[in-house]
């Protein structure tokens, strides 16, 4: 875990539950509304030292949902990313146990994947 950049706290309406940094970082937050409205200040994300933002919270359809967003690199939101996932399986992994995930990225691409955890990145 990190402390949340003030740049996502400023981006975003809703303050996360918790942000971890690993390729981008990983803001996690309390309900999926907070993922399928947020409309982030991309201007805010291009400050950040890492690549990219990932947000994402636990849903009542899906395992899990997401967004991912790296205005830095000329993509202020990705429709749907693998990229992300690699770094969502295993964090999801950790805190639920779960190896196989049923998710869906929420963007304007819409994606519904299968993720299957095959390392654990994170000790327990």
């Not at 390729?23 to 996690?28: F, M, N, T």
């Not at 982030?40 to 919270?57: F, H, N, S």
């Amino acid at each position: 875990m990190c402390d949340t950049p003030g740049e996502i706290v400023q981006a975003f309406d809703t303050a996360p539950v918790e942000c971890l940094k690993s390729e981008d970082y990983i803001v996690v937050f309390p309900r999926e509304i907070d993922i399928e409205l947020a409309n982030p200040d991309l201007e805010q994300l291009k400050k950040l030292d890492l690549r990219g933002v990932i947000i994402t919270a636990k849903s009542s359809r899906y395992d899990f949902i997401a967004r991912f967003f790296a205005p830095k690199f000329g993509v202020p939101e990705d429709p749907v990313t693998g990229l992300a996932y690699t770094q969502l399986a295993p964090y999801w992994a950790f805190r639920t146990g779960q190896k196989r995930f049923s998710v869906k990225q929420v963007s304007s691409g819409d994606g519904e994947l299968i993720c299957i955890e095959t390392q654990q990145l994170l000790s327990r």
